[in-house]
């Protein structure tokens, strides 16, 4: 929300339920926020992807679950760069693929 290209002070118009009269009622909302809401779905789909198939091996170092880590979100951002130079294939399917590109296996 905090950005140097938004104006903070311009406010836009939002619409909501009130509890009290029981109708939709117009406030005001600063278009700092009505940006950061409309520009939010590409985050909520990156942590879907992330935690959908998480490496899980539990270790006392926490050295190593941070390498777990950055090795989950290289292979989701890897993933979405392939579907959008080639097909569009499951994130599972490409994980499988990755996995056998690495451990140099015959891929059929």
Same mark, same amino acid.
């Given at each position: ?10 406010? !836009? ?27 939010? !779905? !590409?985050? *909520?789909?990156? *942590? ?10 539990? *270790? ?45 296996? *015959?891929?059929?």
């Amino acid at each position: 929300m905090l950005t140097n290209p938004l104006i903070v002070l311009l406010l !836009g118009r939002k619409q909501r339920v009130s509890k009290t009269k029981k109708q939709r009622v117009l406030f005001p909302q600063p278009n700092a926020i009505t940006n950061y809401s409309r520009n939010m !779905g !590409g985050i *909520d789909k990156f *942590d879907c992807n992330t935690t959908k198939y998480r490496i899980k091996i539990r *270790d006392k170092e926490r050295y190593f679950s941070i390498f777990n880590s950055t090795t989950d979100i290289a292979l989701v951002e890897a993933h979405t760069v392939y579907c959008i130079v080639n097909e569009n294939i499951p994130l599972l399917n490409f994980r499988r693929y990755m996995a056998s590109f690495f451990l140099h296996e *015959d891929i059929t």
